[in-house]
């Protein structure tokens, strides 16, 4: 087993370097010497899918056959499973050395005191950060200190079944706007039977999209939700039109398909179109996972804004994730050290191959574009599709407040589901009017 | 004779000698793992039903609140213990009537007897498990085998969605019935104890099938019945891996097992850990579980025949 497992591991090694130029010198690790680390053994974590993770698997393998000294203990969950366990090691004070962090939750991180305040590494030069823009350095900053470095950017991205829109004729725009979304939509569930979904169910991401379309950069405050119960009754109103006119999920129908595991979303997975969808609200770095899935089908896919009123507002770039390193790491420099190697390493960014969205440090992503796209095809597309929203975007909002999380679990996730409901027993502006109160009252007891 | 032998030595030795020390020493990893896992947890949880806890931080002591907010406004909670109780007082008496119709149909000398009750059993060993969740969502999914199969004789039915509001419920009642082999295991030993010359003299009396079945047969089963509906119930009110991981609750909470909505509120997906909430949804729980034991105990006398 063991034997079979290393020949995998460097069959992955050996495909993906095969792809490199010539072997650079050394690894990108900054000031610190990995090698006089002695033996360690290095806690990673993430959220991710299965692309992400034998990417970063096989990274972490060639960082080891340059340093034998340290082995990695990997760890890799779905994006629902992960916020919980990591939760858990963080009460046990035994969180991994690394762990991806996301631009919404790491202000909590950061003041529970579970991140290491990188400032200093970055000062002293072990943790280069000069080839990444300021802005996005910044996004990082919690208070007076950097808790995370940005591990790629990206932005809301609707993914769509270009087999399928080439077939029927339809051209899907650039900049789409809900009306011509929900256009689209009619006419792909007449001619096909094939449907939508709205995003996950228990995400803030759709109803702020919303709301900053309608103007609001910040959509939570402090005290709840800044949109008023008129302006939310329209986000609602929207989903409840959609799923009268048939070409939108219900709930019945929503919970009869798996939308967290992204191999088994309905835009690639189902064997019959009326549980298949023709496009997913999912973020630009994601096509990758999606593509690999779609082949199975023959599909390619295509990549649009998601939809909204006014998409210049609406749409952001955005640090797709980031990594931290946690205070429960008993080697700070040698974290940094690897910290240093996935951001500024060519060689980890090429095996990484932008899956996390295209690299922060401008010189890598340049260094990396034609290895990358010779082993994934969507990578021009994603470098295309950001450099269109780089012009036609607004900046991003404010990390989410701490309540935000109970917020889509308790709320969110309900309203969603009623507002869904083939028949619903509630109207738009209760959704809404719930939405708003419900959040107030959970903002002030948190 | 050893015992003897070590009284007379002295010390430490003696002491170790003494029978009662052995015992001791040998129910040692029970008591541990007793204390650590069962009786100290339980406490704590007692405690942190009073608190406002977040496993990150302190606990903060904030009385019956949280009782409080339990029982006047959390719809999710009426709507978990009803969905719990429905799973439970339906599909328990479901698994045991199903159980006891294998048992009687094994109940016989034949050869392959043996095989078909360890095939029959092997659904309740493995039942419980996370693959068999998973295989049982593709089962039922809209173009899974189950669909697969009714089309052919409805073929109105084809695409039928098994986890919309109402059916999804089912699904999982289905699982747990699916899982009748350990109460079947214990009926068909307790048939083999059922005296042959109670059936030989109500046949002499004139007794057809049924009413030997009816006047002898189950009489003589009640207490069998009554242990394995008890260890049933209680099973019942506390599945979890089922729930979490065939529907998750969806849609709209209608398969949200009680289990599943306090895990949900100890070990949030996001947001922080309302883990005093939980420790309190918990008691709660142990309250009703007992309430319900304790009722079908009082039932007991009305019912079931002991020789």
């Not at chain 1, 690394?98 to 909590?108: N, T, V």
């Not at chain 1, 919690?142 to 990206?154: D, S």
């Not at chain 1, 995400?203 to 103007?215: C, K, M």
């Not at chain 2, 949030?268 to 883990?275: D, I, L, N």
Request: glycine letters at 6%; charged letters at 15%; proline letters at 4%.
């Amino acid at each position: 087993m063991k034997k079979l497992l290393a020949l995998v591991i460097a069959l992955v090694v050996v495909l993906s370097l095969s792809v490199l130029p010539a072997m650079a010198d050394g690894l990108n690790v900054g000031t610190y010497d990995p090698a006089s680390a002695g033996e360690y053994e290095m806690g990673f974590g993430w959220w991710g899918n299965q692309v992400r993770d034998e990417v970063t698997k096989a990274a972490a393998d060639f960082f080891t056959e340059n340093y034998p000294n340290i082995k990695f203990n990997l760890n890799s969950q779905v994006w629902n499973n992960y916020w919980s366990l990591m939760s858990t090691y963080a009460a046990n004070n035994d969180l991994p050395d690394i762990m991806q962090q996301d631009y919404a939750f790491i202000e909590q991180w950061a003041q529970a005191g579970d991140l290491l305040d990188l400032t200093p590494y970055i000062e002293s030069g072990a943790l280069d950060l000069s080839k990444v823009p300021q802005n996005i350095i910044d996004t990082g900053k919690v208070g007076e200190g950097i808790y995370a470095v940005c591990a790629g950017v990206n932005a809301p991205a609707l993914l769509y079944n270009k087999t399928l829109t080439d077939e029927l004729g339809i051209e899907v725009p650039k900049n789409i706007t809900w009306d011509q979304f929900a256009e689209i939509s009619r006419k792909v569930f007449a001619e096909k039977g094939v449907g939508a979904v709205y995003g996950e169910g228990n995400s803030e991401n759709q109803p702020t999209y919303y709301a900053r379309g309608l103007g609001y950069t910040a959509f939570w405050g402090d005290e709840g939700i800044n949109a008023s119960v008129e302006q939310m009754t329209g986000y609602y109103q929207r989903i409840m039109d959609a799923v009268a006119e048939g070409w939108m999920f219900d709930t019945d129908k929503m919970a009869g398909v798996n939308l967290t595991d992204l191999a088994q979303s309905p835009l690639v997975y189902g064997t019959t179109n009326d549980v298949r969808t023709w496009a997913a609200f999912a973020f630009s770095n994601q096509i990758a996972a999606f593509q690999t899935a779609a082949n199975a089908d023959g599909i390619e896919l295509g990549i649009t804004n998601w939809a909204s009123d006014d998409p210049v507002a609406s749409n952001y770039m955005k640090p797709s994730q980031f990594f931290s390193i946690t205070t429960d790491t008993k080697n700070p420099d040698l974290a940094v050290a690897f910290l240093n190697y996935l951001i500024n390493d060519v060689q980890a960014n090429t095996i990484l191959r932008a899956e996390r969205g295209v690299p922060a440090n401008g010189d890598v992503a340049a260094a990396i574009a034609d290895e990358v796209t010779k082993v994934d095809a969507t990578y021009g597309l994603v470098v295309d599709y950001l450099a269109f929203v780089a012009e036609n975007s607004s900046p991003i909002f404010p990390p989410l407040p701490a309540y935000s999380g109970q917020v889509n679990a308790d709320v969110i996730q309900r309203l969603t589901e009623e507002a869904h409901l083939l028949n619903p027993t509630v109207t738009a502006e209760e959704c809404a009017k719930d939405l708003i109160e419900s959040t107030a009252e959970i903002a002030s007891e948190y | 004779m050893t015992a003897s032998r070590a009284k007379k030595r002295s010390g430490f030795s003696a002491w170790i000698g003494e029978e009662s020390t052995a015992g001791y020493v040998f129910s040692l990893p029970f008591i541990i793992g007793f204390l650590m896992f069962m009786a100290i947890p339980m406490v704590l949880s007692l405690y942190y039903s009073f608190c406002k806890y977040d496993i990150q931080t302190p606990p903060t002591f904030i009385g019956l609140q949280n009782y409080i907010k339990i029982f006047t406004s959390d719809k999710v909670f009426t709507k978990a213990l009803r969905v719990t109780c429905y799973y439970a007082l339906i599909g328990t008496p479901l698994k045991v009537i199903f159980a006891l119709m294998v048992a009687l149909i094994l109940n016989h000398e034949s050869r392959a007897v043996g095989l078909y009750r360890a095939v029959y059993y092997l659904p309740s060993i493995i039942g419980g498990s996370v693959a068999v969740a998973i295989l049982w969502r593709r089962l039922f999914e809209s173009n899974g085998t189950i669909n697969a199969i009714f089309s052919n004789v409805f073929p109105s039915l084809s695409g039928y969605n098994w986890f919309s509001e109402g059916p999804a419920i089912w699904v999982l009642i289905i699982l747990t019935v699916w899982q009748f082999g350990s109460s079947m295991l214990i009926f068909l030993s307790a048939l083999k104890q059922i005296p042959r010359e109670l059936y030989e003299a109500s046949w002499v009396d004139g007794a057809n099938g049924f009413q030997q079945f009816a006047n002898v047969t189950i009489p003589m089963l009640t207490p069998t019945i009554f242990f394995n509906l008890v260890q049933q119930t209680i099973n019942s009110f506390l599945a979890f891996t089922q729930c979490k991981l065939i529907t998750n609750g969806q849609p709209r909470n209608s398969t949200l097992f009680y289990t599943v909505y306090q895990y949900n509120k100890a070990f949030p997906a996001q947001g922080k850990s309302q883990m005093g909430y939980a420790s309190a949804l918990a008691w709660i729980m142990l309250v009703i579980v007992s309430v319900v034991t304790m009722l079908l105990f009082k039932s007991r006398s009305k019912w079931v025949f002991d020789a």
